[in-house]
């Protein structure tokens, strides 16, 4: 087999895919006489797993994970996201449930979608931190909060060539509410 995917033990991606999609297969797999194709497949289940890797390094998670737990979610979602790409490459007829046969084929495929987009919500949250996930870089790296030290405000009250500031606070209040006391306020 020629593909990528995250699974808990080889070959455990195209089993539960074959399963899931088991009408399109033959005899119980795909291959090249199947719609769709072997390698069809293979190339779906590849590219759900770009898709989820790259949402995992988006989210702070490291694309290559090792614990079974993890694998086993993300196994999940791999699948459902090539079951979805299966279900797309099948026209169906019929556009919504009828009394007698119930939801159309395509309800499957909004099923399907549904499953793969919960992953995005599911790396919002510390779940898979929990299960074990291996974090890398988070989107926040290098980012810092605060304000300028004290060091810095002394650096620019020292520095003459600097440009003062031309507004104040309060500047433009009401001169009747309020009075500007300057031992408070020195810039009056």
Known sequence: MAYTAYEIAADAAMTSLTATERQYTNAGSFDETTVPTLTQVEAWLTEVYGRIAAELELNGYSMTQTDVEVLA?????????????????RPRAGVGPTPTSGPTPR??????????????????????QRLGATTGTLRSAGATVGGTSISEKEDV????????????????????LATVNPAVDPSV
């Open 73 to 89: 979610v993300l196994q999940g979602y791999n699948v459902k996201g090539a079951a979805y790409e299966i279900e797309l490459s």
């Open 107 to 128: 309800a499957r495929v909004a099923e399907f979608r549904s499953w793969f987009n919960h992953l995005t919500k599911l790396l919002t949250t510390p779940a898979l």
């Open 157 to 176: 009250a020292d520095d003459t060539d600097i440009l003062q500031k031309r507004f104040r606070r309060g500047q433009f209040d009401d001169p009747a």
